[in-house]
């Protein structure tokens, strides 16, 4: 079992640029594959980026591509989210999520471990 703790989120103007950290607590942090989730007022959860056990395959959405770098330390037992260009409209909770496995993938879905979230607010 694993317990994820994000922190970073903070108000921002639109063009700005944020970066989140997830702190894992719990063994074999390289045995999880890592994403972030975000979820806007009146909206469902969705998925932003996900990065394999390694850190070598990344995956993203295609509303944050070019605009939001996923990376992982495992040996800090973290992962990050880089995010620039910031709009208003990403304004939300964002989630990071972990899905033990042994294969190397970066998932959009099927995770299991989820933190508290940390709050990002974009103004315009």
């Known amino acids: 079992q694993v317990r994820l703790a994000e922190s970073g989120g903070h108000l921002v103007q639109a063009g700005g640029s944020l970066r989140l950290s997830c702190a894992a607590a719990?063994?074999?942090?390289?045995?999880?594959?890592m994403a972030w989730f975000r979820q806007a007022p009146g909206k469902e959860r969705e998925f932003v980026a996900a990065?394999?056990?390694?850190?070598?395959?990344?995956n993203y959405a295609d509303f944050v591509k070019d605009r939001v770098t996923i990376s992982r330390d495992n040996t800090k037992k973290s992962v990050y989210l880089e995010m620039n260009s910031l709009k208003p409209e990403d304004t939300a909770v964002y989630y990071c999520?972990?899905?033990?496995?042994?294969?190397?993938?970066?998932?959009?879905?099927?995770?299991?471990?989820w933190g508290q979230g940390t709050q990002v607010t974009v103004s315009s």
């Open positions: 999520a972990a899905w033990n496995t042994v294969m190397y993938i970066a998932p959009t879905s099927g995770y299991r471990y």
């Open positions: 719990g063994q074999s942090f390289n045995r999880y594959a």
């Open positions: 990065i394999d056990r390694s850190g070598g395959i990344t």
